[in-house]
Structure formats: C-alpha cells, structure tokens
Nanobody, 127 residues
Framework: QVQLVESGGGLVQPGDSLRLSCAAS????????MAWFRQAPGKEREFVAA????????NYAASVKGRFTISRDNAKNTVYLQMNSLKPEDTAVYSC????????????????????WGQGTQVTVSS
C-alpha cells in the first residue's frame, strides 16, 4: 500500500552536487523515521543517513558526514538527501526507507529496522 519513489540521481563529476528526493504515497510519513541507504555493485547495502519523525535529530555515516544533509517536508510527504562534494566512492544505487515503528525516538542504521523501501535511483560520480 505504501510506496516510496526516489528521484534526482544522475551522472556527475567529482565535486558536483545532487539532491535526491523520496516521495511517499499511500501513508503519511510524519510519524516515521526515514533513512537513505546505498548499494554499490558487489557490495552490501550500507547506511547513509536517517532523520527522526519530528526532524529534530539526524544520523550520518562517517563517510558522508559534513557532505550530505538529510531533511524532510512532512507536508509534502517527501524526504530529501542533499549531496555535496561528491566523490567516485559515492557511486551507488540510493534507496529511501520507512521504519517499522511509529514515533521511534532513535535513528536505526541497519536495513532490517526498516519496513518499506523504494526502488532506488542511480548516482554515478566519474570524471
């Protein structure tokens, strides 16, 4: 019933920026932690960033801290990931996820803590 659709990916050069969007439908996201994960070919899915239902707290992987910013607009039922100073190592399929529990006060970092996933959007950073 709930659907998550990512957009905004593309091919960019090192140092460029991209803004990813995750549009939700079928269920309001205002009561849920939301997160971004990424998966490169031959690699396991890894945590990127998460934001609490209120937007009052965020959590970032060490590899993206200071470069990426997660935000949400509950009125638009959308979550964003602003990615600056992109590196080739950031190349991956980026997916958004909705948690399993209403009003969770923490930001989980493992995929098993999230119940619904989008199809993903490809981000390629290459010179």
């Amino acid at each position: 019933q709930v659907q998550l659709v990512e957009s905004g990916g593309g091919l960019v050069q090192p140092g460029d920026s991209l803004r990813l969007s995750c549009a939700a439908s079928g269920r309001p996201i205002r009561a849920y932690v939301m997160a971004w994960f990424r998966q490169a070919p031959g690699k396991e899915r890894e945590f990127v960033a998460a934001i609490t239902w209120s937007g009052g707290s965020t959590n970032y992987a060490a590899s993206v801290k200071g470069r990426f910013t997660i935000s949400r607009d509950n009125a638009k039922n959308t979550v964003y990931l602003q990615m600056n100073s992109l590196k080739p190592e950031d190349t991956a399929v980026y997916s958004c996820a909705l948690d399993r529990t209403l009003f969770r006060p923490v930001t989980p970092t493992v995929p098993g803590d999230y119940a619904h996933w989008g199809q993903g959007t490809q981000v390629t950073v290459s010179s």
